[in-house]
């Protein structure tokens, strides 16, 4: 379930759903996944594009205009299959000279009427869940083939596995696209950061930059698992204002973490390390036993 859905269910916001789930997490009745949570056990479960398409829709969108700028023109780049990287599709159509690789119909479509974007798609079988085309002849097809930068998406992303996916054969796909290109760019909003699915994709050691959005203050697993990331060498680039507010994509902005530094604390330099907010506990005993009433109500369902 969403956790839009299942602040619907227990009549109460999206804030308070998030962190009750945390606490069910703790207690092993659910684990949590991209916008919400599943039974425990639905590892290998994969959301549709329709449900997929309504999930951080202002995070992705912000992401997308932070990479469409690390795009130049004339260049020749592959992209993944994905509703983020849909959304950069959208905003590459404004780069002239560009040639895009990409196995996605959803990318393609995006920029079928852009006038000096060439597009190459691959071959292979279309999977109809996320309108992508995989299998043997998409990977075929991308044997021989050089680029400068993979833009790739993912069910999830740790500092331990990398980027993965729920599916066999759009991770085998992907693989290949991260073969074909010199750098990988990963796009994955905060609440993908600390999810692991079944099958990697792309190692971290082979993850060049990670472009995602400010995770919210109390999000403890996304800001660590950044600065997992951030140790290993990756290079995170964060769209998005303090505190993990949606930001409308005029307002997007870039910053590079620099590396690598300590868990907590001032970098050498002066540069800023990334610090984890503190989860703000209730403020009272009225507070505390509402709380555990919706756990025990969402226990419960």
């Known amino acids: 379930m969403s956790l839009r859905e299942l602040a619907r269910v227990v009549q109460t916001s999206e804030v308070t759903v998030r962190r009750d789930v945390r606490a069910l997490e703790a207690e092993g009745l659910l684990d949590r996944r991209h916008g919400g949570a599943v039974l425990p056990g639905g590892f290998t479960r994969e959301s549709g594009f329709p449900q997929k398409s309504h999930l951080a829709t202002a995070e992705k969108t912000a992401i997308a205009d932070l990479a469409a700028g690390f795009v130049e023109e004339g260049e020749a780049i592959v992209v993944g ?20 690789v990409t196995n996605s119909l959803l990318v393609a479509q995006a920029l079928a009427h852009a006038n000096r974007v060439e597009v190459v798609m691959t071959g292979g079988t ?37 980027l993965s996916t729920s599916n066999m054969l759009s991770a085998s796909v992907d693989r290949a696209l991260v073969q074909a290109a010199a750098e990988v760019v990963v796009l994955a909003d905060h609440t993908k950061l600390g999810t692991d699915t079944m099958f990697q994709t792309v190692p971290t050691d082979v993850i060049t930059r990670l472009v995602t959005d400010e995770p919210p203050g109390h999000d403890d697993r996304a800001a660590t698992e ?60 009225g507070a505390e036993r509402e709380r555990a009433t919706r756990v025990a109500d969402l226990r419960r369902r």
């Open 226 to 285: 950044l600065q997992a990331l951030a140790d290993q060498g990756v290079q995170i680039a964060v769209a998005g204002a303090a505190g993990g507010d949606p930001v409308p994509a005029s307002s997007s902005r870039r910053r590079d973490v620099p590396l690598p530094h300590p868990r907590r604390g001032q970098v050498p330099g002066g540069s800023p390390a990334l610090r984890t907010a503190p989860v703000l506990g209730d403020q009272s005993a």
């Open 81 to 100: 299959a994905g509703t983020t990287t849909q959304e950069l599709a959208r905003r590459l159509a404004r780069v002239p000279g560009l040639t895009v």
């Open 126 to 162: 279309l999977r109809g869940s996320n309108y992508a085309l995989v299998g043997s002849g998409a990977e075929q097809s991308l044997q021989g083939l050089r680029v400068s930068r993979a833009f790739l998406s993912g069910s999830g992303l740790t500092a331990e596995r990398g």
